[in-house]
């Protein structure tokens, strides 16, 4: 039968319909000159220097730092004074971005600043004793100056209170961050406070507004400010994970390195780890306006750190939880968890985490492969390979999952001719494709079957039909491990069996998200991007807050 060339296009919406479909960008981010209005005297001394501040940047620093001094007195006075508060902000933020703009450097050496009624200011910064705080090796742009938009970060999530919220970015490539958890390039939101000395002597430090509520000034205390979403919006914007999502899809090997935990804020051993596992043709990107929202929240703030298991998602899921357990195993070594950690899955995320709750012992291995381990012959790497995929214990530092719109039971889409059809997109991993050749030849099969004609991909471990989802499901969760279910179901409604018309997210019927025992169920008006939804976001809140 000849084959048109229709098809292909069809095949790649095909797999766009599998996950969410990005139709917008996720985030775009624009530098501007802020707008300020004054409203008091040291607000319009700001105001003038403004004006000049690109054209004589020094005459403009010095009165900025005459502006901190004059409204950090006032505010001593009077610590409920909004405006002094946000003459004070304003002039902190102008400073950062006037030692950015012009390539200052009061990080090595105090710089020297003439003061406008004469003498001068002596700009330096406070010692931090900890090595990746020396502001030296970051680029600060204060918060306000970004104009954002995106479907990601629709919604600015900040916090009022005193200091000059500013975005920092790592000057160089992070060399340790593969071994120690962290991101290549560091995002950081971070918050500038000024203090000045009876000396004239300025000292300029950035708090961390996810560790840290209040800061002292003057011998008063106040809530930090903070801007929690520009800094992620500046990520996604220069990152562009969007770009990697169906490569990582198609050609999973390609993208091998991208596969392990990361962090997007420092290890902090007193906080409670969640860790979010994105689904097919996904990132951790897609977690955005979860973590936005979470952030924003103080008690959240208190009690948690988010951390993200990235991978390619065109591996087998199977391999991706041996992968996650191998890096689970990493970070007990580099940062010994004090809690369990929540583990929250959306899609494809939550089939790997159901196998972080799991103890499979030789079931999965009899009803995948048939013949015993010690039978199987093949090369030690892929006995690894495939020892590590289908016999496990369950992880003990998951203390509570959260599934999201996750197919325990496949989906139907995996599985019909279009789902077969963009399976054959995938290109498996060299490692996966000699595994085949030496495992398929021994399976057993039972009257009737046929042996597959390859090793799975994770199209194909999305069927309803795929042998390791049929065993998978005939398997306990770990007892004394609680777990909740959110699934979307478009707002259309539906039976929740599977007669028509079936309650579904349009990719994941309910039949298929459904888990017995659950210690909650939420359905949300939502598709497939359930855990985006604001309702699934408040529910993931409301679990957390609840969660001892």
């Known amino acids: 039968m000849?084959?048109?060339?229709?098809?292909?296009?069809?095949?790649?919406?095909?797999?766009?319909?599998?996950?969410?479909?990005?139709?917008?960008?996720?985030?775009?981010?624009?530098?501007?000159?802020?707008?300020?209005?004054?409203?008091?005297?040291?607000?319009?001394?700001?105001?003038?220097a403004?004006?000049?501040?690109?054209?004589?940047?020094?005459?403009?620093?010095?009165?900025?730092?005459?502006?901190?001094?004059?409204?950090?007195?006032?505010?001593?006075?009077?610590?409920?004074?909004?405006?002094?508060?946000?003459?004070?902000?304003?002039?902190?933020?102008?400073?950062?971005?006037?030692?950015?703009?012009?390539?200052?450097?009061?990080?090595?050496?105090?710089?020297?600043?003439?003061?406008?009624?004469?003498?001068?200011?002596?700009?330096?910064?406070?010692?931090?004793?900890?090595?990746?705080?020396?502001?030296?090796?970051?680029?600060?742009?204060?918060?306000?100056?970004?104009?954002?938009?995106?479907?990601?970060?629709?919604?600015?999530?900040?916090?009022?209170?005193?200091?000059?919220?500013?975005?920092?970015?790592?000057?160089?490539?992070?060399?340790?961050?593969?071994?120690?958890?962290?991101?290549?390039?560091?995002?950081?939101?971070?918050?500038?406070?000024a203090r000045i000395d009876s000396a004239n002597k300025c000292y300029l430090s950035f708090e961390d507004p996810l560790s840290t509520e209040t800061v002292s000034l003057d011998g008063r205390s106040y809530p930090l400010a903070a801007d929690y979403t520009v800094p992620l919006a500046v990520m996604l914007a220069r990152e562009d994970p969007k770009k990697r999502e169906l490569a990582r899809l198609l050609d999973p090997q390609k993208?091998?390195?991208?596969?392990?935990?990361?962090?997007?804020?420092?290890?902090?051993?007193?906080?409670?780890?969640?860790?979010?596992?994105?689904?097919?043709?996904?990132?951790?990107?897609?977690?955005?306006?979860?973590?936005?929202?979470?952030?924003?929240?103080?008690?959240?703030?208190?009690?948690?750190?988010?951390?993200?298991y990235s991978y390619p998602s065109g591996y087998p899921y199977p391999y991706s939880a041996a992968i996650l357990r191998d890096q689970l195993d990493g970070i007990e070594k580099r940062y010994p968890l004090n809690q369990k950690m929540v583990v929250i899955g959306h899609s494809m995320g939550g089939m790997i985490t159901r196998l972080m709750l799991t103890d499979s012992g030789d079931t999965l291995w009899k009803s995948t492969i048939g013949k015993s381990p010690e039978s199987l012959k093949c090369s030690a790497e892929t006995r690894k390979l495939v020892t590590d995929s289908l016999i496990f214990k369950h992880r003990p530092e998951v203390g509570r999952a959260i599934f999201i719109?996750?197919?325990?039971?496949?989906?139907?889409?995996?599985?019909?001719?279009?789902?077969?059809?963009?399976?054959?997109?995938?290109?498996?991993?060299?490692?996966?494709l000699k595994a085949g050749a030496e495992v398929l030849g021994s399976i057993t099969t039972t009257q009737g079957e046929t042996i597959p004609a390859k090793m799975p991909n994770s199209v194909d471990t999305l069927s309803p039909n795929n042998r390791f989802v049929v065993a998978v499901n005939t398997l306990p969760l770990t007892k004394g491990v609680?777990?909740?279910?959110?699934?979307?179901?478009?707002?259309?409604?539906?039976?929740?069996?599977?007669?028509?018309?079936?309650?579904?997210?349009?990719i994941v019927p309910y039949w298929s998200s459904h888990l017995d025992g659950a210690k909650s169920e939420l359905i949300v008006p939502s598709g497939h991007g359930a855990h985006q939804d604001p309702q699934a976001i408040q529910e993931v809140r409301r679990i957390l807050l609840q969660s001892r």
């Not at 290890?267 to 097919?280: M, T």
């Open 2 to 48: 000849k084959i048109s060339k229709r098809p292909l296009p069809l095949l790649l919406a095909t797999i766009c319909t599998l996950t969410v479909v990005a139709c917008s960008d996720y985030s775009s981010v624009t530098l501007c000159r802020p707008k300020y209005k004054p409203v008091t005297v040291v607000g319009q001394s700001i105001a003038r």
């Open 50 to 193: 403004f004006e000049h501040d690109q054209s004589q940047p020094m005459v403009a620093l010095g009165e900025y730092l005459d502006a901190v001094k004059t409204s950090s007195r006032i505010l001593q006075k009077n610590p409920g004074d909004n405006h002094a508060r946000n003459d004070y902000n304003f002039a902190v933020g102008r400073i950062v971005t006037t030692i950015s703009d012009y390539k200052l450097d009061p990080w090595h050496q105090p710089l020297r600043v003439p003061a406008p009624a004469g003498g001068e200011y002596v700009l330096t910064h406070k010692l931090d004793p900890r090595p990746q705080r020396n502001p030296a090796l970051y680029d600060f742009t204060s918060a306000d100056q970004f104009d954002v938009k995106g479907k990601y970060v629709d919604q600015r999530e900040t916090k009022t209170g005193i200091g000059a919220p500013v975005v920092a970015v790592g000057r160089n490539i992070n060399q340790a961050a593969r071994n120690d958890f962290g991101m290549d390039k560091i995002y950081y939101g971070m918050t500038a406070i």
């Open 255 to 308: 993208y091998a390195d991208t596969a392990r935990i990361m962090r997007l804020q420092p290890y902090d051993p007193s906080k409670q780890v969640v860790l979010c596992i994105h689904g097919l043709k996904d990132t951790p990107a897609t977690w955005t306006p979860l973590l936005n929202a979470m952030r924003a929240d103080p008690q959240i703030r208190k009690r948690y750190q988010f951390w993200f």
């Open 405 to 432: 719109a996750s197919p325990h039971r496949g989906s139907d889409l995996a599985s019909n001719w279009m789902g077969r059809m963009a399976s054959k997109l995938v290109k498996s991993p060299f490692t996966i």
């Open 482 to 506: 609680p777990y909740h279910t959110i699934m979307g179901d478009r707002g259309k409604g539906g039976n929740k069996d599977h007669t028509k018309p079936i309650s579904s997210d349009g």
